[in-house]
């Protein structure tokens, strides 16, 4: 049986698989996650909600981001696109919902697209997500 909370927006926070995680650091070496929890931070310096990483500055970082699903992604889409305008790289995981504004304004034509094959089970979930993921890559 699928677990309701999975098709609610009950939840944002969709944390990220450790083996996923760790085929994309060791590519990017990342040293900074703006939008985690100490329990699923990924990087050694984090942001928390209460730091909130949309008002930091990233410049030097090398940043891993898988923001919150909800109402703010587009804000911090929007973020990671304006920090890789400054050089700083970017690699986001984010669902992969290309009929959004956000998408077209912030990733489309402007930076590495690569979708996930198949669904990503986050957290401790026994089910794959409800949707498809795709990781952004910004350059910087």
């Given at each position: 049986m699928l677990n309701e909370g999975l098709f609610s927006?009950?939840?944002e926070l969709w944390a990220t698989p450790q083996e996923f995680f760790d085929k994309l650091n060791e590519e990017f070496g990342f040293t900074l996650d703006?939008?985690?929890?100490?329990?699923?931070?990924?990087?050694?310096k984090f942001f928390t909600p209460e730091d909130d990483g949309l008002a930091q500055d990233w410049s030097g970082e090398r940043v891993f981001c898988n923001p919150?699903?909800?109402?703010?992604?587009?804000?911090?889409v929007k973020k990671c696109h304006d920090e890789a305008q400054k050089g700083t790289l970017v690699v986001m995981l984010i669902p992969a919902r290309?009929?959004?504004s956000y998408f077209h304004d912030y990733i489309y034509h402007?930076?590495?697209i690569r979708f996930v094959?198949?669904?990503?089970?986050?957290?401790?979930a026994s089910q794959g997500a409800?949707?498809?993921?795709m990781v952004v890559v910004y350059n910087g």
């Open positions: 927006s009950k939840t703006p939008c985690a929890l100490p329990d699923n931070a990924k990087c050694a919150p699903y909800g109402r703010k992604i587009a804000a911090w290309t009929d959004t402007k930076a590495e094959r198949g669904r990503l089970k986050f957290g401790s409800p949707f498809p993921s």
